[in-house]
């Protein structure tokens, strides 16, 4: 059955840093789109990603995060400078239409310290 | 506001049924969907709403009241397995993309 890949599984980095994390979506997928969840917190949307552009974010997407799709397969995540508070579970997830459900990724867990 | 409400737990018996409730308030409606989500894992897609009345899947059923705010995801022959949290998220008819989500039941099976 075909999943979405992300990469690393585990990231720990410095308060202030940056980190990209990664996914690779299913290759007939559409629409890719991120997600956190804050350790026994809701799931939460950061952002959707349509034919090459943003095509929604939430608030929580602020200027310290962008997103790329660098070639045909990958799809990234990037915090220009992470807080104590981006410490969470991230996951990207893709869908053939907007409207259907979502495969998420694994996820990659982030502790910023 | 927006706001999806479950009940935080339940506690079911290995082979009973169970039925997880789910109510929203959001702006507009657009879709309803259900997860499972084991801890420390991924959401894994269950089922998707979109008019009135009830899907069924195998073990796994799913039922929505538009007028009523209202969905339930019931679950049969339950399995030791079946422990997970289940998560509601609505889509409102202000997004095509974005997903506001419940902040899940957790369903714990007893033998």
């Known amino acids: 059955e075909p999943e979405v890949t992300q990469t690393p599984s585990h990231q720990v980095t410095q308060m202030g840093q940056e980190v990209i994390l990664r996914c690779v979506p299913i290759s007939n997928h559409l629409y890719f789109y991120w997600y956190r969840q804050i350790l026994g917190q809701k799931v939460e949307f950061l952002v959707s990603?349509?034919?090459?552009?943003?095509?929604?974010k939430s608030e929580i997407f602020d200027d310290q995060f962008s997103v790329e799709r660098p070639d045909g397969s990958n799809f990234t995540l990037k915090i220009r400078s992470t807080k104590l508070e981006d410490s969470a579970m991230y996951f990207c997830?893709?869908?053939?239409?907007?409207?259907?459900?979502?495969?998420f990724g694994s996820g990659t867990r982030l502790t910023v310290v | 506001g927006q706001n999806i409400d479950q009940p935080t737990e339940m506690t079911a018996t290995e082979g009973a049924i169970v039925q997880i409730n789910c109510t929203y308030q959001t702006s507009g409606f657009n879709g309803l969907f259900w997860y499972q989500q084991h801890a420390g894992e991924a959401p894994t897609f269950l089922s998707y709403?979109?008019l009135d009345g009830l899907e069924e899947k195998g073990r796994f059923s799913s039922f929505l009241s538009r007028s009523k705010g209202y969905s339930y995801l019931l679950l049969k022959e339950l399995q030791m397995k079946d422990s997970a949290s289940y998560l509601c998220?609505?889509?409102?008819?202000?997004?095509?993309?974005?997903?506001?989500w419940g902040a899940g039941t957790k369903l714990i099976i007893k033998p």
């Open positions: 998220a609505v889509r409102g008819s202000d997004s095509n993309y974005q997903l506001i």
């Open positions: 709403n979109v």
């Open positions: 997830a893709s869908s053939v239409q907007a409207d259907w459900g979502y495969t």
């Open positions: 990603f349509y034919n090459n552009e943003i095509s929604e």
